[in-house]
């Protein structure tokens, strides 16, 4: 064979290989967030403004609950708990409550 044939088989089989590797790339990204029923293992269930460039974020990833206090510079992990059969449906949870002081009673 002549190189001026290989050459732009060479390419297109590259092209190829690389787009097969973007497209798996992609694939495992969106799925990697998704649980077996196709649900996202990751949700914010409530925000709390504490400021005018802060707040905090209660985000359940799995089967964890935990309490995020975002800056503009920063995002940092305050407290976790588990998710309990309880925690599952109560309007407002109670990790937030006694972090920001709302279950004293």
């Given at each position: 064979?002549?190189?001026?044939?290989?050459?732009?088989?060479?390419?297109?089989?590259?092209?190829?290989?690389?787009?097969l590797m973007s497209l798996m790339?992609?694939?495992?990204?969106?799925?990697?967030?998704?649980?077996?029923?196709?649900?996202?293992?990751?949700?914010?269930?409530t925000t709390l403004p504490i400021?005018?460039?802060?707040?905090?974020?209660?985000?359940?990833?799995?089967?964890?609950?935990?309490?995020?206090?975002?800056?503009?510079?920063?995002?940092?992990?305050?407290?976790?708990?588990?998710?309990?059969?309880?925690?599952?449906?109560?309007?407002?949870?109670?990790?937030?409550?006694?972090?920001?002081?709302?279950?004293?009673?």
């Amino acid at each position: 064979m002549e190189l001026g044939t290989i050459i732009p088989q060479m390419i297109i089989g590259l092209l190829v290989v690389l787009g097969l590797m973007s497209l798996m790339a992609f694939v495992a990204r969106r799925m990697s967030l998704r649980g077996p029923a196709g649900q996202s293992r990751l949700q914010i269930l409530t925000t709390l403004p504490i400021g005018s460039k802060e707040k905090l974020l209660l985000v359940r990833c799995g089967e964890q609950d935990i309490l995020l206090g975002v800056t503009a510079q920063s995002i940092q992990a305050l407290s976790s708990a588990p998710v309990t059969e309880d925690s599952r449906n109560i309007e407002e949870p109670v990790i937030l409550k006694s972090v920001v002081g709302g279950g004293q009673e």
